[in-house]
């Protein structure tokens, strides 16, 4: 078993006893918040989701500027790895935020800053992945999605601070603000834990396929210089 | 309990979509391992 095998063990343990206790903490522990009732429940997964989506930006944006310094693989492959899981997590922080916007506004969308600016994010994703998808040359497709990457993070800040900057229907920053009560509070982190750890776990298993890629390529390569 | 469907749904949709992401990078992982070891196969008997 090696270096590599016995870390991703470790996080799938540490990973499920997270999700089994934050599980615990939403069903059965957290109070029913008083004015929108048990729905309210879906900010414990709906945070920590839209969290990772942030995250996830933040990762390839990182990546990005290293691969334009160092021009190394390495650095790609962990950009292309956590754009991928970052598109994934988007659609379920957009999903998940329409369902639960209709039972709290009565609208299942509504062009608010956070909803706009988040719809946004998500069309970046969608831009580094057509990128990478369609541009011929390795080079070439790293260095044309690391710029898309880079202009695209301006959207971080937006998303995080539009509910602060403008008046809009969704809650304000609860959690920074001394909002929610000490239970609340506790399962949002412990939910916020579990879904870190899902996304470090997913992230390591996502660049090792990609660095299978890149080998199979090379064999493929040297298989047909053997025959050549 | 009111609005248990919209708590249900949004659950779902991210356990739907989590575990539909790993079930995607575990069969990437099994077939680039199949092709890695076709490959060096090849490679060999080259």
């Known amino acids: ?228 | 309990m009111d609005n248990l469907g919209y708590l249900f749904a949004a659950f779902a949709v991210i356990w739907a979509v989590v575990f539909g992401y790993i079930l995607v990078l575990m069969n990437r992982q099994k077939k680039l391992k199949r092709d890695i070891e076709k490959l060096e196969t090849d490679i060999r008997q080259n």
């Open chain 1, 1 to 228: 078993m090696n270096k590599s095998h016995i870390t991703k063990m470790v996080l799938l343990v540490l990973t499920t006893i997270s999700f089994m206790a934050a599980l615990y903490l939403i069903f059965f522990y957290v109070p029913t918040e008083l004015s929108m009732g048990v729905v309210q429940r879906i900010f414990y997964f709906h945070v920590p989701v839209a969290w990772i989506a942030l995250l996830s930006y933040v990762v390839i944006f990182v990546s990005s500027i290293m691969y334009l310094r160092k021009r190394s693989k390495t650095w790609d492959t962990v950009a292309i790895a956590a754009a991928e899981i970052g598109f994934i997590f988007t659609t379920a922080f957009l999903v998940t935020g329409s369902i639960w916007a209709k039972p709290a506004w009565g609208v299942w969308w509504t062009w608010s800053p956070r909803l706009t600016s988040a719809l946004v994010l998500w069309f970046i994703y969608v831009a580094y992945l057509t990128i990478r998808a369609y541009t011929q040359g390795d080079d070439r497709k790293a260095r044309f999605s690391s710029a898309v990457a880079i202009i695209g993070f301006i959207d971080i800040p937006i998303v995080i601070l539009s509910i602060s900057l403008w008046r809009t229907q969704h809650p304000s920053a609860l959690i920074f603000e001394g909002g929610l009560t000490p239970p609340m509070l506790l399962t949002l982190q412990i939910c916020i834990l579990a879904f870190t750890l899902l996304y470090v776990l997913i992230l390591i298993q996502s660049i090792q396929i990609n660095r299978s890629i890149l080998k199979v390529r090379d064999l493929r390569r040297l298989k047909e210089m053997n025959e050549g």
